[in-house]
Structures are given as C-alpha cells and as structure tokens.
C-alpha cells in the first residue's frame, strides 16, 4: 500500500529537550515536504527535499532542521523546542515537483511544555 | 508574493443544500497550479484535484465541481446537495512553476453540514 509514516503520533515533551520525527514513504517519490497547522493559520511549509541531498526552507523554518539522506526519508529535527512549536506537524511526498498532488502522512501532534 | 485567501471561515448548512468555497490567489508566475485538499474530523489530508493555469475549464466530479477564473483570480469548490459526510476542512493550495518548489495554502474553510 503507497503511503507517507510519520512516527511518533503523538509527543509530549519539554522545552530544549531535542527530537526528531521520522516521516518515510514508500512510493519512491522525488519531492517531500513538512508542514505545521494551526488553528487559523492552516498550514504552512517548513522545509522541502526535491531529492536526495538537496533540501531547501519554506516559510517557516526558524527553529528546524532536516536531512535527506534517502530517498524515501525526511526527518524533521528540533534540536531545542519551544513552546511555540507545539503543533500538528504532516509530512507529504509527491512525484516530481510540487506541482503534483502531496500524498500526507497521518500527522504527528507534538505538545511542547 | 504567493498568496492564497480562503476568506470564509466556517460554513454551516443543511444536507441537500448547494455550498460555494471561495478561493482567490495571487501569484507573479504566469504558469502556476492550484490544488484543493479535504480534512475530514479524522485528521487526514485529502488531494481532490489539480489545476493548471493554462487550463481554464471547469471540472465537475461526481456531486463537486471547479469554477477557475484567471480573470478574477480564483478557483472556487462547489458541492451540489451537500451530505453529512462532506464535513471537513477544504484547503485551497497553490504552487508555482517548477524550479521554485514551494507549496502555499490557504487557511482553510471548515464547512459543517447539519443533518
């Protein structure tokens, strides 16, 4: 079955304490990207892979990282979180560029104290 | 600057009613796509269709339809005889012409359809 993982789920943590989400996909695609939503600002790109080794910021980036390493992973590090980061995070893959429909992951709701 | 507005909130209406989500970007590039996304209550996030902005025609799919009008700058989501199961958050996303590869959406319209 084609589909984006994102682990973990759900997150509780505390401030400075670093983490990192996986996201892997499965449908050998070029493109990935990570987005936040919150509430009334829907959602909003952080950073983005066109492949392997090439990664570039979004429009929300301060306070991330990422690698690609892989084709089919992209993690998203926050080497110190903030509360202000507490949000539900989706990673999506497509074919291509972004001008191809992003097949999501299930969302990761992180909750930083 | 890339920008989509997604002016309506939440909407609110009874099955069997017909629904418009408006949706109005801005953008330099003359070639750009345009996306339309549902989140229904369980969270996912679901591709409907893609547009390109050299294709102005109207799509219709099944109980939805597209109105794209380059002319005002927008792409608008009709749902004809709306049904309890169409309530979700619909997101209007715009990307512009490969090389640049970012991904803008919009803030969402939560639309309610009450049994």
């Known amino acids: 079955e084609a589909q984006v993982t994102q682990n973990p789920r759900y997150l509780i943590t505390v401030t400075g304490k670093k983490l990192t989400v996986t996201c892997s996909q499965n449908m050998n695609h070029e493109y990935m990207s990570w987005y936040r939503q919150d509430p009334g600002l829907g959602l909003r790109q952080i950073y983005y892979s066109m492949n392997v080794e090439v990664t570039d910021k979004g429009d929300v980036p301060e306070g991330y990282k990422v690698s690609r390493k892989e084709k089919r992973n992209f993690p998203l590090i926050l080497e110190s979180p903030s509360p202000n980061q507490t949000s539900l995070y989706f990673c999506?893959?497509?074919?291509?560029?972004?001008?191809?429909?992003?097949?999501f992951g299930d969302g990761t709701r992180l909750s930083i104290l | 600057a890339q920008k989509v507005t997604q002016a309506q909130t939440e909407i609110s209406v009874v099955e069997k009613e017909d629904v418009t989500l408006d949706c109005v970007y801005e953008t330099r590039d003359t070639t750009y796509y345009l996306f339309w996304y549902k989140q229904p209550p369980s969270g996912e996030l679901v591709f409907l269709i893609r547009r390109n902005s050299f294709d102005e025609q109207n799509e219709i799919s099944g109980r939805y339809s597209w109105n794209f009008q380059k002319s005002t700058s927008s792409f608008n989501f009709t749902i004809t005889a709306s049904q309890v199961v169409d309530s979700a958050v619909y997101f209007c996303a715009l990307s512009e012409a490969p090389g640049t590869y970012k991904y803008i959406f919009g803030t969402g319209t939560r639309l309610k359809v009450l049994a």
């Open positions: 999506a893959s497509s074919r291509g560029s972004s001008n191809q429909p992003q097949h």
